[in-house]
T-cell receptor, first 112, second 116 residues
Framework: KNQVEQSPQSLIILEGKNCTLQ??????????LRWYKQDTGRGPVSLTI?????NTKSNGRYTATLDADTKQSSLHITASQLSDSASYIC???????????FGKGTKLSVIP | GAVVSQHPSRVICKSGTSVKIECRSL??????MFWYRQFPKKSLMLMAT?????????EQGVEKDKFLINHASLTLSTLTVTSAHPEDSSFYIC????????????FGSGTRLTVV
């Protein structure tokens, strides 16, 4: 069964600090790994997309890594801002199926 | 680019009534759209895949007679929750895949449905 597990479930950090969110997936065959940011009461917004051949992808202060061998990904947020407070969702897409498997998300709270 | 507009953002309805949620692709044609449901602190759950000009494909356990999906054009898909009950209260999100195979999915802003 395809699964995506994220850790931690929730995280509180001080404004200006860095943090790293983790994602493990068991989707097979695997096509790509996506990270989304979801504000409360809003739809997910894409941060990064990595195919199985990519190891890292950056989008401003967000940097995602992917290890397709160990089926692990991480999202690193640099110099956090209050507006980074949201849920971050890891999503794995299966090859040829258009089927997305969603993690439950990590709820990040950035406090002053 | 690749914007999906979802309306309404919030709706409150009485038990037994029906509610229609619209999902429009504003700057691209979406042959396939997806409808998700999200419970608090849970991940998005795929309800159905909506294909333009044909019947939607529903996931196991989703009542197709309760959640009616229509994808009559390349830019519009609708989800109608029929005879709504309080347990249908949830956050509904639509999504569309970019054409051309560049791996992009874009999501609507979601609809908070409350059935009273």
């Amino acid at each position: 069964k395809n699964q995506v597990e994220q850790s931690p479930q929730s995280l509180i950090i001080l404004e200006g600090k860095n943090c790293t969110l983790q994602c493990n997936y068991t989707v097979s065959p695997f096509s790509n790994l996506r990270w989304y940011k979801q504000d409360t009461g809003r739809g997910p917004v894409s941060l990064t997309i990595m195919t199985f051949s990519e190891n890292t992808k950056s989008n401003g202060r967000y940097t995602a890594t992917l290890d397709a061998d160990t089926k692990q990904s991480s999202l690193h947020i640099t110099a956090s801002q209050l507006s980074d407070s949201a849920s971050y969702i890891c999503v794995a897409e299966g090859a040829g199926s258009y089927q997305l498997t969603f993690g439950k998300g990590t709820k990040l709270s950035v406090i002053p | 680019g690749a914007v999906v507009s979802q309306h309404p953002s919030r709706v409150i309805c009485k038990s037994g009534t029906s509610v229609k949620i619209e999902c429009r692709s504003l700057d691209f044609q979406a042959t396939t759209m997806f409808w998700y449901r999200q419970f608090p602190k849970k991940s998005l759950m795929l309800m159905a895949t909506s294909n333009e000009g044909s019947k939607a494909t529903y996931e196991q356990g989703v009542e197709k007679d309760k959640f009616l999906i229509n994808h009559a054009s390349l830019t519009l898909s609708t989800l109608t929750v029929t005879s709504a009950h309080p347990e249908d209260s949830s956050f509904y999100i639509c999504s569309a895949r970019f054409p051309g195979g560049n791996y992009g999915y874009t999501f609507g802003s979601g609809t908070r449905l409350t059935v009273v």
